[in-house]
């Protein structure tokens, strides 16, 4: 399974960004898909997933103000970026789980399949 990140970016402190995520190779509204974030030296850490109820689960650092949606008929995975802070500058990774299993988490054992990454910079 191939997932494409796209909309990465620099932006300054307080602006924002819009990342999305497709594949052609399953329906985003079947599996959890989650976008993940990492800076050089550091864990990758989840961000923002989505299930197939349709509701959003955020790490800490982002709760209210990133937001993660899709468009079932597009096949494409949103993160809606605002407010964003130097400390959000890394590279953004989606992940898609290969077998539904069950609600969504921001652990990286559950993710089966990985996107290239697309980078994000922030400046202050």
């Known amino acids: 399974v191939r997932l494409v990140e796209s909309g990465g970016g620099s932006v300054q402190l307080g602006g924002s960004l819009r990342l999305s995520c497709t594949t052609e190779?399953?329906?985003?509204?079947?599996?959890?898909v989650t976008w993940f974030r990492q800076v050089p030296g550091k864990e990758r850490e989840g961000a923002a997933g989505l299930g197939i109820g349709g509701t959003g689960i955020y790490g800490d650092a982002v709760k209210g103000r990133f937001t993660i949606s899709r468009d079932n008929g597009k096949n494409i995975h949103y993160l809606q970026m605002n407010n964003l802070k130097p400390e959000d500058s890394g590279v953004y990774y989606c992940?898609?789980?290969?077998?539904?299993?069950?609600?969504?988490?921001?652990?990286?054992?559950?993710?089966?399949?990985w996107g290239k990454g697309t980078q994000v910079n922030v400046s202050s």
């Open positions: 190779e399953y329906q985003v509204d079947r599996r959890c």
């Open positions: 992940a898609a789980e290969a077998v539904y299993g069950g609600p969504c988490v921001l652990a990286r054992a559950r993710y089966g399949y």
